[in-house]
């Protein structure tokens, strides 16, 4: 049996009168890119949040590599090998692509702050190896002769790919991408699905959400679908697909877009 990478069950979350998510659970097996799909305002997000520790639950269980988890800090998720990207690009602009990465890496770090300060020869040679890793993983991502510019300095694609790389280098069990193709050209979105289907391929396990659904059904090895905070359907793409909630969720959605 593949070994079960994320498990989070009876997940809810309530702003104010607004029930964004009800009792939503998902299983990711190692090596699965998993997709999370839906109409605007679902939910999606909300549980990305919630899993990754930015919002508070109201209810929920959750697993991480077989050991429960509390999604209660960023950091903290980080250290228990969550890695995520964002919508909106969160990169340090007026740094290097390479520091951007070395940042990601710290995570795992042991010379800490005073090592730092001191400049210790332990410090040196973790950083020197932080730089070394860090170089690899942006050759990995295919950005890797753009080291030394500046995070805003690269293209929109670019800038996305670089925030995969610093996600990588926490060696997290698993990566959650927040809709990694947004505002990518159809040439983009090409490389981005051969690097997503490499880094699985490599044995990473990948939560993604996504807006374009071409590249969630050629991508995923199973899909979820929200529509109002509930989960309307699981499975794989296909299934999904021919399910009549999802069908109507999306005809509805269109419909209110037509409006
Ligand atoms: N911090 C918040 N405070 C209040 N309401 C929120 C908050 N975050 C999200 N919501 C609401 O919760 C619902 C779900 O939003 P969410 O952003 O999770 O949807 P989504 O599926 O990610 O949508 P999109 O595809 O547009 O990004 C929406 O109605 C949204 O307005």
Do not use: W
């Not at 210790?120 to 950005?143: H, M, N, S, W």
């Not at 979105?189 to 996504?210: A, M, P, Q, S, Y």
Request: with cysteine; hydrophobic share 40%.
């Amino acid at each position: 049996m593949t070994e079960t990478v994320l498990k989070v069950a009876g997940v809810s979350k309530r702003f104010g009168g607004l029930q964004a998510l009800s009792e939503v659970g998902i299983e990711i097996k190692k090596g699965q890119v998993y997709g999370l799909i839906g109409p605007n305002g679902a939910g999606k997000t909300t549980f990305f949040n919630v899993i990754t520790g930015l919002y508070t639950p109201d209810a929920g269980s959750f697993e991480l590599g077989g050991q429960a988890y509390r999604p209660q800090a960023v950091h903290q998720v980080a250290k228990t090998g969550i890695a995520r990207t964002f919508q909106n690009i969160r990169l340090f602009a007026d740094m290097t692509a390479l520091e951007n990465v070395m940042v990601g890496r710290h995570v795992r770090t042991h010379s800490g702050l005073l090592g730092a300060v001191f400049r210790t020869p332990g410090f040196k040679k973790e950083e020197a190896e932080i730089a070394a890793r860090a170089q690899e993983l942006l050759d990995y991502v295919g950005i890797g002769k753009y080291a030394e510019f500046k995070a805003r300095t690269l293209s929109y694609g670019d800038q996305r790919r670089l925030e995969i790389a610093r996600a990588l280098a926490t060696d997290p069990k698993l990566i959650a991408l927040d809709e990694p193709a947004a505002g990518m050209n159809a040439t983009e979105k090409v490389v981005l699905r051969e690097l997503i289907d490499r880094i699985r391929n490599d044995g990473r396990t990948i939560l993604l959400i996504e807006h374009d659904v071409k590249l969630v059904m050629g991508l995923c090895d199973r899909v979820t679908v929200l529509d109002y905070g509930k989960q309307i359907a699981e499975g794989t793409p296909a299934e999904v697909q021919r399910n009549e909630k999802v069908i109507e969720a999306y005809l509805g959605a269109n419909a209110a877009h037509a409006h």
